[in-house]
């Protein structure tokens, strides 16, 4: 909590790639690491980030991506999508969300959001992150972030993978986008396993039952990585990655 004073006004898109590449930087300089076999792997939000890295001039350059679960719309977009899904498990809530699309529309027009005080807390306090202080200048750089532009700039091996229970990124509605701007790119792959859910998490529950537990219930006891997510992500990474020769002294 000292630090978060430090973090305001200074949180951004670039310092969000700045931290990325210090990261990698010193993943690079481990004897054990080869730095020109580094692949960025980013989740949701983090699939931006290592798109950002990957589409601007790096010393340490990635090998390939895999994009778990990137936004293909606007995140103001995205984010709308889910609390209208969030709205239809509250009594009245389909009602309540024109005022959401109200607040949302204030803060892409650079005014305050204002969210009404009808809404929900756990709605006001989702669109008040957005105006945090400790958030900015990023939340408003974000608001109007998707993947698509930066795929298209893409030149090394990309796997994308949208799960089929994820409700927070599409297959269609962010899946399609992503899709039409990587036309024609060979190097860029696509695969939608059916049960994985957001954080690729093996998921047979609907989406309105995901939308009602607590935190989606992506750590309830049980949860297990979506084994056919794994299986798609290292195939497809051993598929770009060259086996190491054993020293000549130790070949039979």
Known sequence: MDNVGKLI??????????????AVH???????VDPRHIFGVGNSEGAIHVLHY??????????????????????????????TLQAAQIAGGAELMPKVEEAAARYA???????????????????????????LPFARELWVESSCDSLRQVRIPTLVLIGGKDIQIDAHADGGPLQEAAAGMENVA????PNANHVFKEDFRDAAQVAASPGNGYNAP???????????ILTWLKARIPVAQAPKQDRV
């Open 54 to 83: 990957a589409t601007t001039s790096q010393d340490v350059p990635f090998a390939g991506l895999v994009l778990a679960a990137p936004p293909g719309r606007p995140i103001q977009t995205v984010l709308l999508s889910q609390l």
């Open 9 to 22: 006004g200074k949180m951004s898109m670039q310092s969000h790639l700045d931290e990325l590449v210090a």
């Open 26 to 32: 010193a993943l690079a300089a481990l004897d054990f």
């Open 190 to 193: 696509f695969a939608f396993p």
């Open 222 to 232: 049980g949860t297990r990585l979506d084994p056919e997510s794994l299986d798609i």
């Open 109 to 135: 027009a650079g005014q305050p959001m204002d969210p009404d005080p009808a809404l929900p807390e756990s709605v006001r306090m989702v669109l008040g992150s957005f105006e945090a202080p400790a958030n």
